[in-house]
């Protein structure tokens, strides 16, 4: 199993950036399909984006399409989401996910072969 870590959140003001990223341990990380999912206080989790194994094509959901870019690094073990234009609605705890199936990660918001323990992302207005 991989083990992953997330990094980087922190208080921002809107119209600000962050770059979260999701260090993995353990089986190759390579061979996982990746995904960033968010939980807002009340809110269910939801889906941000996620990213194949090889790095090539990524989906988003509708709200990060155009601000949020998700990107991989194979050889450093790493995932990374890139955050532009924060609104104060993006506040929440965001959670990276490894999977073996990329469509696994962008249909559902459990069940995957690990998670990370979460960073809080909070945007002022």
């Known amino acids: 199993q991989v083990q992953l870590v997330e990094s980087g959140g922190g208080l921002v003001q809107a119209g600000g950036s962050l770059r979260l990223s999701c260090a993995a341990s353990?089986?190759?990380?390579?061979?996982?399909?990746m995904g960033w999912f968010r939980q807002a206080p009340g809110k269910e989790r939801e889906l941000v984006g996620a990213?194949?194994?090889?790095?090539?094509?990524?989906f988003y959901a509708d709200s990060a399409k155009g601000r949020f870019t998700i990107s991989r690094d194979n050889a450093k073990n790493t995932v990374y989401l890139e955050m532009n234009s924060l609104k104060p609605e993006d506040t929440a705890v965001y959670y990276c996910?490894?999977?073996?199936?990329?469509?696994?990660?962008?249909?559902?918001?459990?069940?995957?072969?690990?998670w990370g323990q979460g960073t809080q992302v909070t945007v002022s207005s």
């Open positions: 996910a490894a999977d073996t199936e990329f469509p696994r990660l962008v249909a559902r918001t459990r069940g995957f072969v690990s």
């Open positions: 353990g089986r190759t990380f390579s061979n996982y399909a």
């Open positions: 990213i194949r194994s090889s790095g090539g094509g990524a």
